[in-house]
């Protein structure tokens, strides 16, 4: 298999209240009302046009803090390691963060959204419309974690274990 580098350069910066990855929400379910916004560069300001219909938006973006990255991993909702492609934790080879939140509105290059679970400053890398037709599943299994069914991400709060 050839191996060709890929070059991904960031749309704009999402802002957040999160300074630190410790006591963050560990996914946007745990960030009800927790507010933030996009800083999209004006460059990209055309392609936000008919965004705002949308009551949810899926985030793709750079985890900027981390550094290298573990196959095994013990994630937050288990204190059993489980490989990092089974998991959303952070240390991953190419280190991309996905975060599904609630659109509030667009004003000119400015996205305000809540549910957010990632750092202040993280580098945004797309912006994609939340379709519920199309975007959830109905017959789901979640592997490891439909044993994990004491733990809930609701509350739950990252700790140091990925700095």
């Known amino acids: 298999m050839n191996r060709k580098e890929i070059s991904i350069q960031p749309i704009g910066v999402i802002h957040t209240p999160h300074h630190d990855i410790s006591n963050m929400p560990i996914q946007p379910i745990a960030a009800v009302g927790i507010k933030g916004y996009i800083e999209l560069f004006p460059e990209y ?14 985030l793709v ?3 900027h803090k981390i550094e290298g990255y573990q196959l095994m991993v013990k994630p937050f909702m288990d204190n ?21 939140v609630k659109l509030l509105k667009v004003e000119n ?8 679970d990632m750092l ?13 037709k199309y975007d959830n599943r109905l017959d789901t299994k979640s592997g490891w974690l439909d044993k994990a069914t004491s733990i809930s991400a609701d509350r739950m709060r990252s700790d140091n274990r990925f700095k």
């Not at 059993?80 to 599904?100: M, Q, W, Y």
């Not at 290059?109 to 957010?116: F, G, K, Q, T």
Request: charged share 15%; net charge negative.
């Open 45 to 58: 300001v055309d392609g936000l046009t008919d965004l705002q219909g949308f009551s949810h938006i899926t």
């Open 61 to 63: 973006y750079h985890f």
């Open 80 to 100: 059993v390691e489980h490989g990092i492609f089974a998991c959303k934790a952070p240390k991953r080879p190419n280190a991309i963060g996905i975060s599904t």
């Open 109 to 116: 290059n400015l996205v305000h959204i809540e549910m957010v």
């Open 120 to 132: 202040d400053q993280t580098p945004l890398i797309d912006i994609k419309p939340f379709f519920p």
